[in-house]
């Protein structure tokens, strides 16, 4: 049992690629997120699915888009990279509809853009 | 605008001592309030919740008061272990709303 798995672990990127970031659960859980992690603040939340075939927007989603491929995946994807998208990404899991069940959170991916 | 704040960057107690650390909110709407803690290179770990409706909550050595009027939350962690060190992370939400408030952090140090 894996639990929530990312990749990359790391990336750097020049301004202007894109690239996908992976995410993947393995505990049948219907919700996932995508948060952000910047020095000296908290995560704050990209995207959300709460259910397979459904995605929100959450605090900060202008740069991002994502897709929710099936219920174990989902995927954050940044279309033309900014150095202020440097940061490290936390996919996460839960079990039910809403964010007060139990979080699982993957290890992270640690994205630089120049 | 930081709807969830941890003011203390950093925290540093004895081992068997009381780790007291401390978090405020300013959205009234918040109901559900949550603690992770997070080491070096992985993601948050789940440590213990809170819903509104109750002033204090206890898993083993983690207790989590809440005081609404005041808008404050704490967690106590008693007694200390070093194992215990690493960034806590305060969060909060409103009922159904998936938007889940971190704070900022507190890094806490136990020391042998």
């Known amino acids: 049992n894996a639990g929530v798995t990312q990749t990359p672990k790391f990336q750097v990127l020049k301004t202007g690629q894109s690239m996908t970031l992976q995410c993947a659960q393995d505990?049948?859980?219907?919700?996932m997120y995508w948060y952000r992690q910047d020095p000296g603040m908290g995560l704050r939340l990209i995207y959300y699915?709460?259910?397979?075939?459904?995605?929100d927007k959450g605090e900060v989603p202008n740069g991002y888009n994502v897709s929710r491929l099936n219920k174990r995946e989902f995927s954050l994807r940044l279309e033309s990279a900014a150095p202020s998208q440097t940061s490290v990404y936390f996919c996460?899991?839960?079990?039910?509809?809403?964010?007060?069940?139990?979080?699982?959170f993957g290890p992270g991916t640690r994205l630089t853009v120049t | 605008d930081q709807q969830v704040k941890q003011n203390s960057p950093s925290l540093s107690v004895q081992e068997g001592r009381i780790s007291i650390l401390n978090c405020d909110y300013t959205?009234?709407?918040?109901?559900?309030f949550l603690w992770y803690k997070k080491y070096p290179a992985e993601g948050p770990t789940f440590l213990i919740s809170?819903?509104?409706?109750?002033d204090k909550n206890e898993d083993g050595r983690f207790t989590v008061f809440l005081n609404k009027s005041a808008k404050h939350l704490s967690l106590h962690i008693v007694p200390s272990q070093p194992g215990d060190s690493a960034v806590y992370f305060c969060?909060?939400?409103?009922?159904?709303?998936?938007?889940?408030?971190f704070g900022a952090g507190t890094r806490l140090t136990v020391k042998p």
């Open positions: 996460a899991s839960t079990h039910g509809g809403q964010a007060y069940y139990e979080q699982y």
């Open positions: 505990m049948n859980h219907n919700s």
């Open positions: 699915s709460a259910s397979e075939g459904t995605t």
């Open positions: 959205n009234s709407m918040f109901d559900y």
């Open positions: 809170i819903s509104s409706i109750k």
């Open positions: 969060a909060a939400m409103e009922g159904y709303n998936n938007d889940m408030r």
